[in-house]
Structures are given as structure tokens and as C-alpha cells.
């Protein structure tokens, strides 16, 4: 089964999926990779999750660390799942790199080194954005780059965390904008 329903964020319209018991997606209606993984005619319904999701949201967007997640279960390869995973242990309020993210997992996969491209396009097409807080990574220029929901939306997103933001940049050009 899957279910969808929608949330009216100060950033715009939200649709969030389920299969009936986790998250499997949360997009900014209009971003990169709008509703990936969902079937041809998913159902309107007024889940359990979907109420948890929105009280989340409620406080998120309130200014407030919203603590813990409701259930979540994003679709993809064991490598993405693990990006994710590491998304999911950055702080509210902070950032962290594409190299450090790759860092983390070469040394979890006992590697000498692992792609920030790589990390890069699994963070990309995460499924459950702002939970997964996907935004909270940046290029270890400063470069706000690589939101599917825009970088200005990424922008705002930081600054409602009150991440320290200065010195970020939105790139000039580029495929994440």
C-alpha cells in the first residue's frame, strides 16, 4: 500500500508517502526527484505516521530541535541506506562536509577512501528530505550546493536551525540549483 498526504510549510507545499506504517518519502512538491519510488496511483489517507510527521514538521518549522523522528523507511542501495543513516547523526544546527560525510563511511567500510561524489549523489536522491536533513550538508568550500529542493530552500532551512551560515555561498551555476 501506498498512501500520500500533504503539509503547508512556510517553504512551500510538502507531499509526504507512506507504505502504512514509516515515511518512505517527504519532497517539496516541484524538487529534483519528485515522488521517486512512488507507484502510478498512490491513496489520500490520514495515517498515524502521517499526523507524527506533521507534528514533527509543526516544530521543526517553529524554530524548535524537534527530536525524535517519526518511522522512516527511504527505499534505496545498502550504500545510499548508509549515507542516510549518517545524514540522520548530524546534529540540528550543524553542518558537515561531502568529504566528511565520504571520510565517515571509508572508515566504516575500513577503506582507504570513498568518492564525496559518490556520497554526493546518494545524498542527492535522498527520498525523505528536511528528516533526513540532507541540507545540512555543504561543500567543504562553503557551497550550498546540491539541494534537490533548491538552494535557497537549503538556505532557509539552516538558518531556521540557526546553523552558522556565513561564509556559505549559492553557487553561480551548476545542476543543483
Known amino acids: 500500500m501506498q498512501a500520500v498526504d500533504a503539509y503547508s510549510s512556510p517553504l512551500g507545499r510538502i507531499t509526504l508517502a507512506s507504505d502504512g506504517q514509516a515515511l518512505t518519502g517527504l519532497w517539496f512538491d516541484g524538487q529534483k526527484y519528485f515522488g521517486a519510488g512512488l507507484g502510478a496511483d498512490p491513496s ?16 521543526y518549522f517553529a524554530g524548535q530541535d524537534p527530536g525524535a523522528l517519526p518511522p522512516l523507511n527511504p527505499s534505496g542501495t545498502p550504500f545510499r541506506k548508509l549515507v542516510w543513516e549518517l545524514l540522520c547523526q548530524i ?13 565517515q563511511i571509508a572508515q566504516r567500510q575500513g577503506v582507504a577512501s570513498m568518492s564525496s561524489q559518490a ?23 562553503g557551497s550550498l550546493t546540491g539541494y534537490a529542493g533548491g538552494v535557497e530552500k537549503k538556505l532557509a532551512l539552516l ?19
Do not use: M
Open 119 to 141: 556520497v554526493g549523489g546518494a545524498v542527492g536522491h535522498n527520498p525523505i528530505s528536511i528528516l533526513i536533513p540532507c541540507h545540512r550538508v555543504v561543500g567543504a568550500s
Open 159 to 177: 538558518r531556521l536551525e540557526g546553523a552558522p551560515v556565513e561564509g556559505f555561498s549559492i553557487p553561480k551555476k551548476g545542476t543543483a540549483l
Open 91 to 103: 546534529p540540528y544546527g550543524h553542518t558537515v562536509t561531502y568529504g566528511q560525510l565520504a571520510a
Open 44 to 59: 489520500h489517507q490520514d495515517l498515524p505516521v502521517f499526523q507524527e510527521a506533521k507534528a514533527w514538521l509543526d516544530r
